[in-house]
């Protein structure tokens, strides 16, 4: 028995494994991995994978970056963990100090949570107790996107529209209001991806019309739907969304968990429009994909609403654990000095360019509907039909054919459904890059050639779909 055997049986002895129909590991094998360096990761009989995703969106610099390293190993002999509450520490501070002068104008408070869905929660009870705090009691719904993905906690679902993580729980969810996104996949023939992003607004404007009274906050996905299938849209819907929002007396909440950092093309995706949203919630590259925290920034403005006589009961009494893990703090401060060190973002110009001349001849593939890209993520949609952009039926998981045949060729590509996607880390070479296509324009090929792609199991998840 090999030793990835080994440890794979043992594992399913005694693990239930995230967004995983476990039955699936009867007949495709977990990968138990050894080790990590670079964009590489190795399981324990030597292979390697290319990590094409960066582990769930997180390892922006690489595995066992030796900067990340040393700084959490410094941090680990001076202090592992002190409650945040009626405490400090000096990497919580310096980290909160340079978080706000790096993001947009105006987000002056940090409050720290451990991990996205959390963050996401965080947020929209800071915009309802404000409401609350300001006197207006009424303003308690949220206004999200079709096709958004927010996180697994409950109201973090509430706010989502991926019916793959939401049907099932839909008698525990809060009542929000939905908008048809702005998604340009969608968009007419012949129509720019602004002129598409600013008529869709049309139904966010009429939302907030109608609505506004009863509306605490608006919480999008900048730039790019995530977990919805890399779907993309157009700057333009943030900044009409902004001045909608100070029209309409209504908090803005940027989901930058999956976004920020590089992803979009600019260290925010925020950046694009121009604007400052009321919340800005990050995570995953935070901490440059080495420990779970997640920050939410917002004004000064809605921190005053809470500060006040303990008497009152103003106080915002929300907190986890790990709050602010000084580990954590170290991991993120050494994540942000390679940001400033390196020129990271100027850097990522060239490696996103030349992500789109590798997969360009994809464009033509009969059964890819769409080749799209925002800065370094970029997303290939697999479609039955191509003129009519008719999906595959979601039985026949031709996704989890391509993520199949990556492995065999040394790849990690995890598709969201029928969307192959690049997310790599920022350490990715032009040569890597081009083993991706190439690995990717193949399973594709096997992928759509079949005429049936038969599941593993009749009791199969709707998607191979990861979230997020």
């Not at 007949?27 to 050894?34: G, V, Y």
């Not at 009863?214 to 779907?231: D, H, K, S, T």
């Not at 070479?429 to 096997?446: M, R």
Request: charged share 20%; glycine share 6%.
């Amino acid at each position: 028995m090999s030793l990835n055997d080994s440890w794979m049986r043992r594992d399913l002895a005694v693990l239930w494994h995230p967004c995983t129909q476990m039955k699936d590991h009867e007949q495709l094998p977990l990968i138990p991995i050894r080790r990590g360096e670079g964009v590489w990761l190795e399981d324990f009989d030597g292979k390697r994978y290319l990590d094409a995703v960066s582990s769930w969106w997180v390892n922006v610099f690489g595995h066992a970056n030796p900067r990340i390293n040393q700084r959490i190993k410094d941090q680990l002999d001076q202090l592992e963990h002190v409650m945040l509450a009626g405490f400090s520490h000096q990497p919580v501070v310096e980290l909160s100090e340079r978080l706000v002068a790096l993001t947009p104008p105006g987000l002056e408070r940090v409050f720290y949570t451990d991990n996205g869905s959390t963050g996401i929660e965080v947020a929209l009870k800071m915009s309802f107790h404000y409401w609350r705090n300001s006197g207006r009691p009424r303003k308690q719904r949220f206004v999200t996107l079709t096709n958004s993905y927010h996180g697994e906690t409950v109201a973090a679902m509430s706010v989502g529209d991926v019916a793959l993580f939401t049907d099932t729980y839909k008698p525990l969810l809060l009542d929000t209001l939905k908008v048809p996104s702005p998604d340009c996949y969608l968009r007419p023939e012949g129509m720019s991806w602004e002129e598409h992003s600013r008529h869709m607004f049309a139904h966010m404007e009429q939302t907030l019309a109608e609505h506004h009274e009863e509306v605490a906050a608006v919480i999008v996905e900048p730039l790019i739907q995530g977990a919805g299938g890399m779907r993309m849209y157009h700057p333009i819907y943030l900044k009409l969304l902004r001045e909608a929002c100070d029209r309409y007396e209504v908090h803005l909440i940027h989901d930058e968990i999956a976004v920020g950092f590089g992803r979009t093309g600019t260290m925010f995706a925020c950046e694009q429009a121009g604007i400052s949203p009321d919340f800005l919630c990050l995570s995953k590259a935070l901490t440059g994909g080495y420990l779970p925290m997640a920050a939410v920034l917002t004004t000064d403005r809605l921190y005053q609403a809470f500060y006040d006589d303990y008497s009152t009961l103003r106080a915002f009494l929300h907190s986890h654990t790990y709050t602010g893990n000084p580990l954590a703090c170290a991991a993120a401060l050494a994540t942000l000095d390679i940001f400033a060190e390196d020129n990271v973002i100027e850097a990522n110009k060239a490696l996103a360019a030349r992500m789109a001349s590798a997969t360009a001849h994809l464009a033509e593939h009969p059964h890819v509907a769409e080749v799209r890209q925002t800065g370094m993520a970029l997303a290939i949609e697999m479609v039955q039909d191509k003129a009519s952009k008719t999906a595959y039926p979601w039985q026949e998981r031709r996704g989890l054919q391509v993520y199949q045949h990556a492995l065999e060729r040394g790849a990690l590509l995890r598709p969201l459904g029928s969307v192959v996607y690049f997310l790599p880390p920022y350490t990715i070479t032009p040569e890597q890059i081009d083993f991706l296509a190439e690995v990717a324009s193949e399973g594709i090929d096997i992928a759509t050639r079949a005429a049936v792609s038969v599941a593993l199991q009749p009791g199969a998840p709707s998607n191979f779909h990861d979230p997020g």
